[in-house]
């Protein structure tokens, strides 16, 4: 049992809902954060830009989650090198810090990593990605990953939570009697945000290193997202017109996005739901802004 759990980014969608669960949980948690609003007792500044001197790191932590860095794949494309500063350079940095003062890391990563050719991707398949910030997160799982049993590596396919702003903007239009045109050519696994951190939970019970990938156990397409929100609505389905992504796209998953994940039903023993029911729960949980009494 971890005796004191550091998030290192909570001001992240998973960094500020696992902070709140382990503080549920009645965990010793500690957080960083960039927003000064935030400071307390349990939370403290700190950016990744900073010196490693101004990491404060509370007596007994033994386990840290990192969950900073700029995880948008636009601005990975378009500012590679002050990207790469963040997440490569000052995030291997970071865990290489962390290690040597007998700390076990959790580090976040991506099913970018690799180019989605096939499906169910396992975990030891050669890098490939395609996208600027899958790159970025190869290079910092090369080198965190001769740490041995001092790193975990979390691998995850696409959160849906409530706030999923794509989905917002489709029931909002659909509510108001607006055409909505999601591609047809573009998939994802979805993960319902609590699975993460019960996942992230037993990890660090458990403190299981290596790669460890969660994913659904399907691919889906936008359409068939889209679909599925207008039968939730009682919506007639015409006013779903399905496109194709644009060549130029960015976007991973235009063929597939699982990945193998062996290792979390058998060692883990956790089983994703069903990836429409992902979807069809996040869709009800969504407060529209035309909502009236919201």
Request: glycine share 4%; aromatic share 8%; with cysteine.
């Amino acid at each position: 049992m971890a005796q004191s759990i550091l998030i290192i980014g909570s001001d992240s969608l998973i960094g500020n809902t696992f902070y709140h669960f382990l503080k549920v949980s009645g965990l010793q948690t500690f957080a960083s954060t960039r927003r000064l609003e935030q400071i307390n007792n349990d939370k403290y500044y700190f950016d990744l830009t900073d010196p490693l001197s101004k990491l404060v790191l509370p007596e007994g932590t033994d386990v840290a989650v990192i969950c900073a860095g700029i995880t948008n794949i636009e601005s990975c494309m378009i500012d590679p090198e002050k990207t790469a500063y963040i997440n490569v350079i000052k995030t291997i940095e970071l865990i290489e810090y962390l290690v040597n003062k007998n700390i076990f890391v959790i580090y976040i990563s991506t099913n970018q990593v690799f180019d989605g050719s096939f499906p169910h991707c396992p975990p030891d398949t050669p890098y490939s990605a395609i996208t600027e910030y899958g790159r970025q997160k190869t290079v910092v799982e090369s080198k965190i990953s001769k740490m041995g049993k001092s790193v975990a590596i979390i691998r995850l396919t696409k959160i849906i939570e409530s706030n999923f702003t794509l989905f917002v903007r489709w029931k909002n239009d659909l509510i108001q009697g607006k055409t909505i045109t999601p591609y047809s050519d573009l998939n994802f696994s979805p993960l319902p945000l609590n699975l993460i951190t019960s996942c992230l939970k037993l990890v660090i019970d458990s403190k299981l290193s290596g790669v460890i990938q969660i994913s659904g156990e399907q691919d889906l397409s936008y359409a068939k997202a889209a679909y599925i929100a207008a039968e939730i609505l009682r919506i007639n389905s015409n006013r779903v017109q399905p496109t194709q992504a644009p060549k130029s796209s960015i976007k991973y998953g235009k063929n597939y996005t699982t990945l193998c994940i062996d290792r979390l039903l058998k060692v883990l023993g956790i089983r994703p739901p069903d990836v429409q029911w992902t979807v069809r729960n996040a869709f009800n949980q969504i407060k529209c802004i035309t909502d009236s009494t919201k």
